[in-house]
């Protein structure tokens, strides 16, 4: 109760850094905007983060089993992602999208089964530099009410995911919470249908969608069904699509309330071999409910939002996911849980507003963010949770806008663990962050 209770105060607050100055790259936004024509044939754009961590823990709360994570002190910089986007309009009712992820720096690799070597995985580097396509549609604007989208998409499951810009939430890194038991930056393939309908007090936007769904193979102890992504292969399982689908309400100025469900009636049928599952009984559902508010006003913006899932035949995952080939790019840590969930909320202040919007005074947001998140909220019998994976924790910072779409991000975050049983984590970041469309025509 004591958490809810946080979570209630935070989310009675509210606002975001400028919203006439904020860039919302996210499916319904952009919609609206490519009916408001934007640009006229062509516009080029994206946005990046650098970010600096600065650690009093260890690299594993796991290893120990008294007292959680060893108390250390360790530094990390880097590259979270840089992305490249564009829209190219065909004409005033076909669009072209795309954006292209440059991630963390890493090494670009393709995973594939060797069916002639008794199905062993096998690792093919190809170059330096790991580059993902993270979306690539067509748009067939319709009517504003209804427009359909077929392509590599953004699954709008989450706060997070549906506004996954660093523009649009105030800490150095993404939500933990959400970020730790759901993919992020989620993005699948498939068919989406949206729009926004209603007028004045009475308007609503929406998204419905057919996508490949998640990977069973994937799912593990410490991040539930985050690591069942596709997209490791150069195809993708269709064998069980998941549905998702959004609403949000926007007939306030400057509220959103929504809400967003995700089912696939199978996981087990996209595994990477047929025969992996085949002793389970019957079908694995799984089904991800999320709730969020945002409000923004020249003083202050403040989220709030919920992640709740719930998967079937979770003990019988947990029994076969351990024994998936070592050399498999799954983590095989397990039990599974059935139950997983995430909730939190931010609250930032515009302190320029309290000085009659002068504009010699710099645009800072002080914020402060509560999140709650278990990968393991309920794991079946005879397996048990693991309390290490409960964490509780608080993150104070400032966010400081030294241009529109410029951000210099500071904050604090302080973790308890397994209800403080364990020893906290405690880290001081930086970051700067960006996000733009550059050049249109």
Same mark, same amino acid.
């Given at each position: 109760?004591?958490?809810?209770?946080?979570?209630?105060?935070?989310?009675?607050?509210?606002?975001? /850094?400028?919203?006439?100055?904020?860039?919302?790259?996210?499916?319904?936004?952009?919609?609206?905007?490519?009916?408001?024509?934007?640009?006229?044939?062509?516009?080029?754009? =994206?946005?990046?983060?650098?970010?600096?961590?600065?650690?009093?823990?260890?690299?594993?709360?796991?290893?120990?089993?008294?007292?959680?994570?060893?108390?250390?002190?360790?530094?990390?910089?880097?590259?979270? #992602?840089?992305?490249?986007?564009?829209?190219?309009?065909?004409?005033?009712? @076909?669009?072209?999208?795309?954006? &292209?992820?440059?991630?963390?720096?890493?090494?670009?690799?393709?995973?594939? &089964?060797?069916?002639?070597?008794?199905?062993?995985?096998?690792?093919?580097?190809?170059?330096?530099?790991?580059? $993902?396509?993270?979306?690539?549609?067509?748009?067939?604007?319709?009517?504003?009410?209804?427009?359909? #989208?077929?392509?590599?998409?953004?699954?709008?499951?989450?706060?997070?995911?549906?506004?996954?810009?660093?523009?649009?939430?105030?800490?150095?890194? #993404? %939500?933990?919470?959400? *970020?730790?038991?759901? %993919?992020?930056?989620?993005?699948?393939?498939?068919?989406?249908?949206?729009?926004?309908?209603?007028?004045?007090?009475?308007?609503?936007?929406?998204?419905?969608?057919?996508?490949?769904?998640?990977?069973?193979?994937?799912?593990?102890?410490?991040? @539930?069904?985050?690591?069942?992504?596709?997209?490791?292969?150069?195809?993708?399982?269709?064998?069980? /699509?998941?549905?998702?689908?959004?609403?949000?309400?926007?007939?306030?100025?400057?509220?959103?309330?929504?809400?967003?469900?995700?089912?696939?009636?199978?996981?087990?049928?996209?595994?990477?071999?047929?025969?992996?599952?085949?002793?389970?009984?019957?079908?694995?559902?799984?089904?991800?409910?999320?709730?969020?508010?945002?409000?923004?006003?020249?003083?202050?913006?403040?989220?709030?939002?919920?992640?709740?899932?719930?998967?079937?035949?979770? $003990?019988?995952?947990?029994?076969?996911? $351990?024994?998936?080939?070592?050399?498999?790019?799954?983590?095989?840590? *397990? /039990?599974?849980?059935?139950?997983?969930?995430?909730?939190?909320?931010?609250?930032?202040?515009?302190?320029?507003?309290?000085?009659?919007?002068?504009?010699?005074?710099?645009?800072?947001?002080?914020?402060?963010?509560?999140?709650?998140?278990? /990968?393991?909220?309920?794991?079946? $019998?005879?397996?048990?949770?693991?309390?290490?994976?409960?964490?509780?924790?608080?993150?104070?910072?400032?966010? @400081?806008?030294?241009?529109?779409?410029?951000?210099?991000?500071?904050?604090? *975050?302080?973790?308890?663990?397994?209800? =403080?049983?364990?020893?906290?984590?405690?880290?001081?970041?930086?970051?700067?962050?960006?996000?733009? @469309?550059?050049?249109?025509?």
């Amino acid at each position: 109760m004591k958490r809810i209770a946080n979570l209630l105060l935070l989310s009675a607050f509210a606002c975001t /850094p400028l919203m006439a100055q904020e860039t919302d790259m996210s499916s319904a936004a952009q919609a609206e905007e490519l009916y408001a024509a934007g640009f006229d044939k062509f516009r080029f754009g =994206g946005y990046g983060e650098v970010l600096a961590n600065f650690m009093d823990y260890g690299i594993n709360r796991f290893r120990g089993t008294q007292s959680g994570n060893t108390r250390d002190h360790r530094n990390e910089i880097s590259i979270p #992602r840089f992305i490249v986007a564009f829209d190219y309009k065909f004409n005033s009712k @076909w669009v072209l999208g795309a954006e &292209i992820e440059f991630e963390a720096g890493g090494t670009g690799s393709a995973y594939e &089964i060797e069916n002639t070597e008794n199905g062993e995985y096998e690792t093919e580097v190809e170059k330096g530099g790991e580059v $993902a396509l993270e979306q690539f549609h067509i748009t067939r604007l319709i009517h504003p009410a209804f427009n359909v #989208r077929a392509g590599h998409i953004i699954v709008p499951v989450g706060l997070t995911n549906e506004h996954h810009e660093p523009i649009n939430f105030f800490g150095t890194s #993404r %939500p933990e919470g959400e *970020t730790s038991i759901l %993919p992020s930056t989620w993005h699948e393939t498939g068919i989406e249908f949206f729009g926004t309908f209603g007028k004045g007090y009475a308007r609503f936007n929406y998204q419905a969608q057919v996508v490949a769904g998640l990977n069973a193979n994937g799912f593990d102890r410490n991040n @539930w069904v985050q690591g069942g992504k596709q997209g490791i292969f150069e195809t993708d399982n269709f064998t069980s /699509p998941a549905y998702v689908a959004r609403l949000n309400y926007i007939g306030v100025p400057g509220l959103k309330v929504g809400g967003s469900f995700y089912y696939c009636n199978n996981v087990l049928a996209n595994s990477d071999k047929l025969t992996e599952y085949n002793a389970i009984d019957g079908k694995a559902p799984l089904r991800i409910y999320t709730a969020d508010v945002e409000y923004k006003n020249k003083y202050v913006t403040a989220r709030g939002n919920i992640v709740y899932g719930n998967l079937d035949k979770s $003990a019988e995952l947990t029994t076969y996911n $351990a024994l998936l080939s070592g050399l498999s790019p799954y983590t095989r840590t *397990t /039990p599974i849980a059935k139950h997983a969930v995430s909730y939190g909320g931010e609250v930032g202040f515009n302190l320029r507003s309290v000085c009659r919007d002068n504009p010699k005074v710099p645009v800072i947001y002080p914020f402060v963010r509560y999140e709650y998140y278990n /990968p393991q909220e309920e794991v079946l $019998a005879p397996n048990t949770a693991d309390p290490r994976n409960k964490v509780s924790m608080w993150t104070a910072g400032l966010n @400081w806008y030294a241009l529109p779409n410029l951000v210099v991000k500071a904050d604090y *975050t302080t973790r308890q663990i397994g209800g =403080g049983n364990y020893l906290s984590e405690n880290e001081f970041s930086l970051a700067v962050a960006y996000i733009g @469309w550059f050049w249109s025509k």
